[in-house]
């Protein structure tokens, strides 16, 4: 059954949310829908005296506080709990069962022949199909359904009455549907430019132009978008090239450029896909390390600084060496914030830079030197 709400083209999670949450959306259109359908129901009750129409107008009554009560009881817990996401299955399930009620109810008026209540019947056909196309584009296959449940037993209803010049409704429902389909797909594609303009300007705006890694807003938001709780297990690591600046300045920015890229592509290669990488400003970056035990972070540390000096960097012909020096806090152990976090590994970074060139250092802690005997010497080739 998914596959009738998968959306029609490429769309991120996050747009997917958004699509399915349209289908969630404000009771009243439902509401209004069914207080039309009781009006036709109750009026072919009084017109014809048929007892059937008395069963549809409860069952259009209980369709309607069961769409409430679900509509109610969704939105408590998405007010109890703001990371609740809500299921649509109920909200689909109760508006495929209300076409399949409003089918049912016009296939009954049209098949008795009363031309009063033909008209009526069909008049509530069509001003229902615009309001479902609209609610319902998010979905286009199960938009369609919903329209087919409601009209098909119209048409069907119309041909087995005695009314013969109902029969030119026939040839009118492919047209009608075709062109039903048109406008749910129109507001599908419309909807579905919007999201992807949506997606890459969000992108810009959070990655680094030049290195393709989150900035400064990205990853702010990062660690804006972290769940608080004193369970939470997370490192972060500020980290600034050595040497960086004698490059940027002897060899020009384009190499400078240049350079800040790879040296990114090699700690991301050091760096679990779960990890956080981003450029803060110039020679400076910062990694959020997620579940991952103090003891564990040292060890990463070593990784990238040997990393990002253990070879020369081949930038255009020329033969560049960058070095870096790292500080890190680890949460909940060194702080008690995101913000905290991120000025105490700052202040470890200080202490590495002050300590010397291609080093490490924990805030207010001792560092264990565990790094290879070629990482150690290519540093030693730094500071010299």
């Not at 990784?303 to 960097?313: G, K, M, Q, T, V």
């Not at 060496?321 to 000025?343: I, K, M, N, Y």
Request: contains cysteine.
């Amino acid at each position: 059954m998914s596959w009738l709400f998968q959306p029609t083209g490429t769309v991120d999670p996050t747009g997917r949310g958004f699509l399915l949450g349209e289908l969630l959306g404000s009771v009243a259109a439902a509401v209004m829908g069914s207080f039309c359908a009781l009006i036709v129901s109750g009026t072919a009750l009084l017109r014809s005296g048929d007892p059937s129409y008395m069963v549809f107008c409860a069952l259009e009554a209980s369709l309607i506080a069961l769409r409430v009560t679900e509509w109610r009881w969704r939105s408590a817990r998405s007010g109890q709990r703001p990371d609740h996401v809500p299921s649509i299955d109920a909200s689909a399930v109760l508006s495929a069962l209300w076409c399949t009620l409003q089918g049912a109810l016009a296939f009954t008026i049209m098949s008795s022949g009363d031309l009063v209540l033909s008209v009526l019947s069909a008049t509530l056909v069509t001003a229902m199909l615009g309001p479902i196309c609209a609610r319902n584009y998010a979905a286009p296959r199960f938009a369609f359904l919903l329209v087919l449940l409601c009209d098909l037993p119209f048409v069907a209803g119309a041909m087995a009455s005695s009314e013969m010049w109902f029969t030119p409704i026939v040839a009118l429902t492919p047209l009608f549907l075709v062109g039903a389909m048109q406008i749910i797909r129109s507001f599908h594609r419309t909807m579905l430019m919007t999201l992807a303009a949506r997606a890459t300007a969000l992108h810009l705006a959070e990655h680094d132009s030049l290195t393709g890694i989150l900035n400064r807003h990205g990853m702010d938001r990062a660690l804006s978008r972290i769940p608080p709780g004193g369970e939470r297990q997370m490192a972060l690591l500020s980290i600034d090239l050595d040497g960086f600046k004698q490059v940027n300045d002897r060899y020009g920015h384009g190499v400078g450029d240049i350079l800040l890229t790879k040296v990114a592509d090699r700690m991301k290669r050091e760096l679990r896909p779960e990890d956080l990488l981003g450029r803060m400003g110039g020679d400076e970056f910062m990694v959020i390390v997620r579940d991952m035990r103090p003891e564990h972070v040292a060890p990463l540390v070593d990784r990238l600084i040997e990393a990002i000096a253990r070879a020369p960097y081949d930038v255009g012909g020329l033969v560049v060496h960058v070095g870096a020096s790292v500080g890190f806090a680890c949460l909940p152990e060194d702080a008690a914030t995101a913000v905290e976090l991120r000025l105490r590994a700052d202040d470890a970074l200080y202490a590495a830079k002050g300590a010397g060139k291609g080093v490490g250092r924990r805030y207010r802690q001792p560092w264990p030197d565990t790094r290879s005997d070629d990482s150690v010497a290519g540093q030693q080739f730094l500071r010299r």
